[in-house]
């Protein structure tokens, strides 16, 4: 195992401290329980975002921590679901008087972990709404999910979610317009390379050579199908039949494409992915009016890629185009 840690025990927290020392003009890294707020939390009168997840997917979710997008984060070990008394304190430190709305991946215990620090808070008499982001097309029921699990459109939920709640919608609306995000976003990854998590020291799962896993899950979870090596354009055919299928997808629908890496693919790779599904989409009738191309959902150092797609509406837009400054998204301000 080649990597640039210290001790296996320490990644996470060590990561926070580099994170709060680099960004300390957007976010405040907080210490039992660990979580990130954004420096101006809580925000008076606006519904607050919290989400969180297991560590080694960044840079999602406390690299979405700041203006425009997640008020609080809640970080786990690696690929292990934060704690409810993370999420209780996250919560309570967001609230400013609108309520906060947890953004929730579906894997069993992100979803058991929230719906306990919602009861905990909702007991305080701060109002909270969930939204479980299910958007996988691969698999059902797959290691560490009852469903679907959570992928790319979290990244896109949090986005546009985060523009409404800056622009002081209610908690009411932009809860009803993160499951409206859910349900109009679909996703599918594959990976070329397993993953290592410090504390195991080895590969989550054997590849050979010429193999590629089709349908991957951001843990390392298996897929639909492990098959020969294919070409790019070939394997970009592979996630997007299955993507356009699903919704469905027609003709004259405005989409946002978002082709993520999965932390060891170079940007040129995805530009490659991304030229292919373009195409498909385009052939299909779509107008690709947003995009998001890089690597913002990871699993390590695994190389892959994922392709999201969203079906937009003018709202989705709106908020998608809204100004956010976080460490690893920026744009109109």
């Known amino acids: 195992m080649k990597k640039l840690i210290n001790n296996p025990d320490n990644v996470v927290l060590e990561a926070l401290d580099g994170m709060a020392a ?52 809640c970080p786990g070990a690696i690929f292990t679901s934060p704690t409810p008394d993370q999420m209780l304190a996250a919560t309570k430190a967001v ?17 058991m972990n929230f719906e306990m620090a919602a009861d905990l808070v909702k007991g305080d008499g701060v109002a909270v709404e969930s939204v479980v982001i299910d958007d996988d097309v691969a698999v059902k029921d797959s290691t560490w999910t009852a469903g679907r699990r959570g992928v790319g459109t979290t990244v896109l939920a949090e986005k546009i979610c985060g523009g409404a709640a800056e622009a002081k919608r209610s908690l009411a609306e932009v809860a009803a317009l993160c499951r409206k995000v859910n349900a109009q976003g679909r996703s599918m990854g594959m990976a070329l390379t397993a993953c290592t998590v410090p504390h195991a020291g080895k590969p989550s799962f054997a590849l050979k050579e010429d193999e590629m896993e089709i349908g991957i899950g951001i843990h390392g979870e298996p897929g639909r199908h492990r098959v020969k090596l294919e070409k790019a354009d070939r394997i970009a055919e592979m996630l997007m039949q299955p993507i356009l299928e699903d919704l469905p997808f027609k003709s004259g629908d405005n989409v946002l494409l978002f082709v993520n890496g999965m932390g060891g693919t170079p940007a040129i790779e995805l530009y490659v992915i991304y030229r292919k599904a373009h195409e498909i989409a385009t052939k299909h009738g779509l107008a690709v009016v947003r995009n998001l191309v890089g690597s913002y959902i990871t699993s390590l150092e695994m190389a892959g890629c994922s392709i999201t797609l969203l079906k937009l509406d003018d709202d989705m837009v709106k908020y998608w185009d809204a100004p956010v400054h976080t460490p690893a998204l920026r744009w109109g301000v």
């Open 95 to 111: 609230d400013g008087g609108a309520g906060v709305l947890h953004i929730v991946k579906n894997y069993t215990g992100d979803v």
């Open 22 to 73: 680099a960004h300390r003009d957007i976010i405040r890294v907080h210490k039992d329980p660990n979580f990130i707020t954004r420096i101006s939390s809580p925000v008076k009168g606006k519904v607050a975002l919290l989400s969180g997840g297991g560590s080694g997917h960044e840079p999602l979710h406390g690299g979405f921590v700041g203006l425009g997008m997640l008020d609080a984060a």
